[in-house]
Each structure stands twice: as C-alpha cells, then as structure tokens.
C-alpha cells in the first residue's frame, strides 16, 4: 500500500542554504518494483536520455530525442515549439544564468541556449572535428566558473578515427578549441564519463574507447591541461596479447570492446570509484566488465579490479551503464543494457539490474523488480521523475516509475555561485558519514554512453531517520558543511 506524499514547494530563491520541501515519506515494508508507466505519462522517447529540471519548477525534465516537460510527476508532455532539433544531447547552464542550456553531440555539434519558457535559441559554436561523436560532458576544467566540454571522437569503420576535443568557455560566452587527440593517436571514444578521481579539486575524465583499445583516464593538470594515466593507475582494461594495429596509424595491445563507463563510490569509502562497461565476445583475449576500486590517497589513487566475485554475469553485447541507489539501502547499484538481442551462440541477451549487496558482491534482481527482457538499447538514466524519494529509470523508450518506497533518502540540489563555481556545479562531492560508511555522490555530467541522470544527488539512508550533516567538496577544492538536513526531503545548497 503506498503512503500518501503531500507536497509543498517553496520558489523564493536566496544565496546559502535553501530547502525545497517534498514531503516526508513514511517508510513501508513493500519490496521495490518497477511499474512501466510510459503509456501513462505518455511517453515514448527513443535515444539517448538526458535529464534537467530545464524550467526550474522543481520538476526533472527529459531529452530524449525531443524534450519532454514534467508536468508535475504526471505526465511527460512533448514541447512542440521549443526550437530544439532532434538528436543526442547534455544539459550544462554555460552561460551561468540559472538555466540549464543544451549541447548537441552529434555530427558537427550545435548549442542551443535556454532562453526560458520553454524556448531554445542556437548560438554559434565551433564546428566539431569528432563528426560522429557518441558522447560528450560538460565541466569546468580551468575553474574559472564557466562550464567547458570534451567531445569524445569515435570513428568509420576501417576508414578513419575522429579525434576527441576540449573546449573552453570564454569570458564572452563562446567557446574556443584548447585541444584534441595529437595526429596519429586518434581512438574510438563511446563513453564519456567525469569525476575528480584524485581529488585534487580538479575534474578529471575518463574515455571509454571501443575496438579492444586501451581505454584512457585524463588526469586534470590545470589551466585545461591533461595527462593521460590509465595505465599506470590500472585503469586502462586488462592488456592481453600482442601489440595490434588500426585505422589512422595507433598501434595498442589488446584490452577491451568499452562501450559506456559509469563512475561512482561502490563500496561506501569515500572516493570514487569506476565500472568499465565492456561488450565481449566469448573468445579469450577481451575483457568482461571491470568493477575498479579506487584505493585513494594511500594507494596512490590507482585503481584495483574487484571484479573476480562481484557476481555480475558475462552477457556478449553489455553496452552502457548507470549507477543509482533505487532501493535506498545507501549502496550504489548498477543498471547495464545491451547491444544486441541474441549473441553468440543464439544465447539471449537483454539489459539487467544488479542490487549491491555490499563487499563488492552484486545480485541480479531484473526479475524480481520487475525489469524482465527489456530490448537492447543505449539508453540508460536516473530521475526521481514523480519527487517521491526513489529513483525512476529512463531506458528503452520506455519510463519505470519506482513504486519502492523502502528506506529513508535525502536529495540535494547543489549549485555554484557563477563566479568560482559554475551554476551547474558538475564534479562537486557531497558526503554524508553513516558509522562506518561514507556515502558519496557527485554531481554528476553524464553516464555510460551519452546519458545523463538527474543531477541531483540522491542518497538513500536505510533505516536512518535522524537529521544528517553533509560534507561538500566543490571544484577547486573548497569545502562547506551544511546541515542538520532533514531527511525525506529535498534541500538545496547554494555554494557559499
């Protein structure tokens, strides 16, 4: 039986800390299911999802092919006149105004500028070497407040590699190419993903790259320069056999088919961590999906395979991945689709849901939360679509609605100040100290290959009902703790 939810929203903005009431939600023992409510909502999206509460009324909204407006956790309605294209696209406020502005990836690029009620207005931007590009993040990677973007390159097959590429958001508002992959080194970049993975307080990236390449983790260096570490902190794949060579010249041993990358603290340690979504074939010699630890400071922050024991089944054709808390038990899980429908051997392959049981062991719950034989897709993010405390999954075309509500749960809405931070606050940590555990999120650009989930941090509490302090780091390094929160609410936290 579902609790009643009842909402009050309060719209007076103000600089510190800023509440945004839900509601309290009274925990029940109903166990956690997925209900398909596209029909419902009238939603049938196909493409890549990505989701931003774009006209500030407290409700997410969704890319998906065409933009989609929450009408008040009811219904998904198309804005018909929204000036937008079609196509595969970020959100990022670049413009720091308070209003999530939107970049489209593919082909030569496009940005279209937020311009509110519901209207889009394309602004001119570069046109992108990466021509057909499967994904691409903002994030402010000088730290001068402005949102940049790193557009990942991928490729024709047997006839050319694109190269990835940086730009910097000038002081003007247009963006200027810093750089892209040197001549001769260009890689088949799917997956997009960043976080600050040694934190340091700069926003590093990681490039999941297909055709058995090395995939490639750019350490943040300063001033938009980066240094390329994957391998030596152990987060390239799992090298094997002799070097190869490819299209456009690079010459690789052979590591794993990645297709989409998710990043995020797996085993509650504060720092973290990185699950490498590979497709592979059944012969030896390719990778299986890598569930990487990410050791911290006393291990150099290099990363460690904990993927032996992890339970997660060997399917063909994985393709991309998200990582969310949907039963609010405090632990990251993961959602992971595929490519294709039957693989090798006639055997069926079909998206699976995996519940972290702690101790790096996963368990396949698809079944049992109502999330059976799903179709192959790419599409795969996180919302709290309908504010009721527990995540909703966007993928397939289709929208689940979590009907879960176990567990107790806090989301916070963080924003940056415009000036040493960006509005959109991407990379900024929050950690919440639970006994032993420290629940980590970070406000994240993007997942797997082209998605992006709310950026709201969702963390889910289990049994914990009293209020909880939050640590949050912001780009650059500064820190700010906020709290008593509230929990089964929604707090915003404007940076100080």
């Given at each position: ?8 929203f ?8 800023t509440i ?15 209900t398909?409510?596209s ?33 008040q956790?009811?219904r ?42 519901s ?19 903002w ?18 097959w047997q ?11 000038q ?5 200027k ?59 390239a794949?799992?090298?094997n ?16 088919h ?18 490498v979504?590979?497709?592979s ?9 890598q569930?990487l ?20 089944d ?5 393709a ?25 051997g006639?055997i ?50 289709k ?8 567990g107790?749960?806090?989301e ?5 100040d ?10 900024a ?62 707090h ?5």
């Amino acid at each position: 039986m579902k609790t009643h939810i009842a909402r009050k929203f309060d719209n007076r903005k103000f600089m510190g800390l800023t509440i945004f009431l839900i509601g309290i939600l009274q925990v029940t023992t109903t166990a956690a299911q997925f209900t398909d409510v596209s029909e419902a909502f009238g939603f049938s999206g196909g493409g890549k999802a990505a989701f931003a509460d774009y006209d500030g009324d407290g409700w997410v909204d969704l890319f998906a092919g065409q933009l989609f407006h929450n009408d008040q956790g009811k219904r998904l309605t198309p804005v018909a006149e929204s000036g937008l294209p079609g196509g595969e696209a970020i959100w990022g406020d670049f413009d720091n105004d308070g209003q999530p502005d939107l970049f489209f990836f593919t082909g030569a690029g496009a940005l279209y500028r937020n311009t509110g009620d519901s209207k889009f207005a394309q602004v001119d931007f570069p046109s992108l070497p990466t021509v057909n590009s499967r994904g691409a993040i903002w994030s402010d990677f000088n730290l001068d407040g402005r949102l940049d973007l790193f557009v990942g390159g991928y490729e024709i097959w047997q006839q050319k590699v694109h190269p990835d590429v940086i730009y910097l958001n000038q002081s003007n508002g247009t963006f200027k190419e810093a750089w892209r992959s040197p001549e001769g080194a260009f890689y088949s970049a799917r997956g997009v993903a960043a976080a600050d993975l040694n934190e340091d307080g700069k926003i590093d990236v990681y490039v999941s790259n297909y055709r058995l390449q090395p995939n490639h983790l750019w350490l943040n260096q300063g001033e938009g320069k980066f240094e390329e570490v994957a391998e030596s902190l152990g987060a390239a794949g799992v090298a094997n056999g002799e070097a190869i060579n490819y299209t456009g010249g690079i010459q690789y041993r052979i590591f794993g088919h990645t297709i989409g990358s998710a990043l995020g603290d797996l085993d509650n340690d504060g720092h973290i961590d990185i699950f490498v979504g590979n497709f592979s074939h059944p012969r030896a010699g390719q990778d299986h999906p890598q569930f990487l630890r990410n050791l911290g400071a006393e291990g150099e922050f290099k990363f460690e395979d904990r993927s032996e024991g992890a339970g997660l089944d060997w399917q063909e054709s994985f393709a991309s991945a998200a990582l969310a808390d949907y039963d609010n038990d405090g632990d990251l899980d993961l959602y992971f689709t595929t490519v294709y429908a039957v693989g090798s051997g006639s055997i069926k392959n079909f998206p699976v849901l995996y519940a972290n049981e702690g101790s790096w062991k996963f368990k396949n719950t698809t079944q049992d939360e109502s999330l059976p034989d799903l179709p192959p897709t790419y599409q795969s993010a996180w919302a709290d679509i309908d504010n009721d405390g527990d995540l909703d999954l966007c993928t397939a075309g289709k929208l689940f609605r979590n009907e879960a509500q176990r567990g107790h749960w806090i989301e916070l809405d963080l924003a940056g100040d415009g000036t040493q931070v960006s509005r959109s606050a991407y990379g900024a940590v929050a950690r919440i100290r639970l006994g032993d555990r420290v629940l980590t999120r970070f406000v994240e650009p993007g997942t797997g290959e082209g998605n992006q989930s709310d950026a709201r941090l969702h963390f889910g509490l289990g049994a914990r009902q009293e209020p909880v302090m939050v640590e949050i780091t912001w780009p650059g390094g500064k820190r700010q703790s906020v709290g008593p929160l509230t929990v089964n609410q929604q707090h915003r936290v404007v940076m100080k």
